[in-house]
């Protein structure tokens, strides 16, 4: 696809021509034209590296003052989706969004807008069982053989009383990882992430050995024994709910 430099054309992409962007409201206008550039990104229209139309050129377009387009390029930059450079060739330039923003950007989400501890680690919970299908079908022998490591790692830290915490958060990012696949992954580093870590309400000393039993039922591929030992390590945990295994390996809330 051709790209234009020319600053008269509205972007830079001539898929995406001068009638993509039109008029809009002012009251909702910097979220508007954000909502526009996402819309363009995930039809492919606007890809990274694109450069945007100057401040000037988008606002007679939405409307809108050059304010409200700079508030929008800001909400755009602190979203990852585009970066602003200074200097001749400078601008607004589409950005892939990294997967540390992602992450960051879902924790945020859910240690701000969620109330209850307890109805993050359920969240934890349901998506960790739902994930073992797959996990059990795909894990290969390094991934059996890392999760194995941080066993060794967690069972030499007991007598020390030492930071089980983030070893067990570890263990579960790696068991995700084995369902080698990326969306899974970068959910479990969200659901993971320091800001979302609440005290642990154990009944009772750590059941390191757990954590190798569901690690062995993965490596023979058994769905009904890893979501019955996982659900012995959410309960272990403090969470009092449980989901329940029915024959053919789904879930059931109990």
Do not use: W
């Not at 954000?34 to 990104?41: I, N, P, Q």
């Not at 739902?130 to 007598?159: H, K, N, T, Y």
């Amino acid at each position: 696809m051709e790209s234009h430099e020319d600053s008269h054309q509205l972007l830079v992409t001539p898929a995406a021509t001068a009638d993509t962007f039109d008029r809009t409201t002012a009251r909702r206008a910097p979220m508007m034209i954000v909502d526009r550039v996402r819309a363009l990104m995930r039809a492919g229209l606007l890809v990274a590296g694109d450069r945007l139309p100057s401040e000037r050129e988008l606002g007679d377009r939405f409307g809108v003052s050059r304010v409200t387009v700079r508030e929008a390029l800001r909400t755009l930059e602190t979203h990852g989706l585009v970066t602003i450079r200074v200097g001749i060739q400078g601008g607004a330039y589409i950005t892939s969004p990294t997967g540390v923003r992602v992450i960051e950007s879902i924790a945020d989400v859910l240690a701000l807008s969620v109330n209850e501890a307890a109805d993050v680690v359920e969240a934890r919970q349901a998506f960790e069982l739902g994930i073992l299908p797959v996990v059990c079908e795909r894990a290969d022998q390094s991934d059996i053989e890392d999760l194995f490591a941080i066993c060794d790692r967690s069972e030499a830290v007991v007598p020390t009383n030492g930071d089980l915490g983030s070893l067990s958060a570890e263990f579960h990012i790696r068991v995700a990882r084995a369902s080698h696949n990326a969306a899974i992954e970068l959910l479990a580093l969200s659901f993971y992430s320091p800001l979302l870590m609440m005290p642990k309400r154990a009944s009772g000393p750590p059941e390191t050995g757990e954590f190798r039993s569901f690690v062995s039922a993965v490596a023979e591929k058994n769905v009904r024994g890893a979501v019955t030992i996982m659900n012995r390590l959410f309960a272990h945990g403090g969470r009092e709910g449980r989901i329940r295994p029915d024959r053919a390996g789904h879930h059931d809330l109990l």
